[in-house]
């Protein structure tokens, strides 16, 4: 367990809530996600921070994971952008002003060139057409330090949604109390390895990676985790377990997009 690296914050709430969950249910429906860090032992961790977060808090010190390559190229980097709503505009710049951040008033086009180009570590839209931006600093603790900053303006006072669309008119349609949405420009991978070498974290719920292949519902046993076995006595009964899934023909691929409704 030790030897994962977060790349992002978990969220406190929704481990404490994954706590409890775990502990009752006593089974782990998707394993975590990581990929070999590059110039450390250990891994980074691409999917699953809360999962994590909780079991630790549980006492368990090994956990199942899909180990992936992260330099595969159908591998992709994303950002997740807010939606927040219930926002005034004037009074949110002034707080960002007040917390020591740069806000620059810009058009629409202004604000989308720079964050293309990556001279902007955030982009800020507000409903009525006012943007702005805060120009990144091309240090990367100093740029998660300002991204930090912003979303603390918001992320306990005001509720925001993770979205992945930037057409405001149409998030008004699923969102009629958005006030502004903040967009982030996408990492690039080289980053996301260079935040766990230099012990930085992103706030959670910015990057967005696109896995192929995604393991899930595997449903594993978290007794075998607490059992006094060795650690090569549990990967030998997970791939045993596995093996056994595959051979009773419950192990199903699909290549296309799918939309689950229980998760």
């Known amino acids: 367990m030790e030897q994962i690296h977060f790349h992002e914050a978990p969220e406190t709430d929704r481990a404490a809530r994954l706590v409890e969950r775990l502990a009752e249910d006593r089974h782990l429906l998707n394993p975590p996600i990581v990929a070999p860090l590059q110039q450390a ?59 020591g951040l740069t806000v620059e008033i810009v058009s629409a086009e202004e604000a989308e060139g720079v964050l293309a180009t990556r001279e902007a570590c955030a982009a800020l839209q507000a409903v009525e057409g006012s943007c702005a931006f805060i120009p990144a600093s091309n240090n990367l603790r100093a740029d998660v330090h300002a991204i930090t900053s912003l979303i603390d303006t918001y992320k306990k006072s005001h509720s925001f949604e993770r979205v992945d669309q930037t057409n405001l008119a149409d998030l008004r ?35 967005r990676h696109s896995i192929p292949g995604r393991v899930l519902r595997v ?26 899934r595959m051979q009773e023909r419950h192990v199903r691929f699909y290549p296309e997009p799918v939309f689950i409704f229980d998760d």
């Open 41 to 99: 032992q250990g891994y980074l961790l691409i999917d699953g921070a809360n999962r994590i977060s909780a079991m630790r808090l549980l006492g368990y010190h090994c956990v199942p994971v899909q180990i992936i390559d992260y330099d595969d190229p159908a591998l992709r980097l994303g950002s997740w952008h807010h939606a927040v709503m219930r926002l005034s505009w004037p009074e949110w710049i002034e707080q960002l002003r007040a917390q």
């Open 173 to 207: 349609r699923y969102y009629p109390d958005l006030a502004a949405l903040v967009l982030f420009p996408p990492f690039e991978k080289s980053e996301i390895m260079q935040l766990v070498a230099d012990h930085l974290k992103l706030p959670t719920g910015l990057t």
């Open 219 to 244: 449903n594993i046993q978290l007794d075998v985790l607490r059992s006094d076995l060795s650690l090569e006595d549990k990967n030998e009964w997970l791939e045993a377990f596995v093996r056994m």
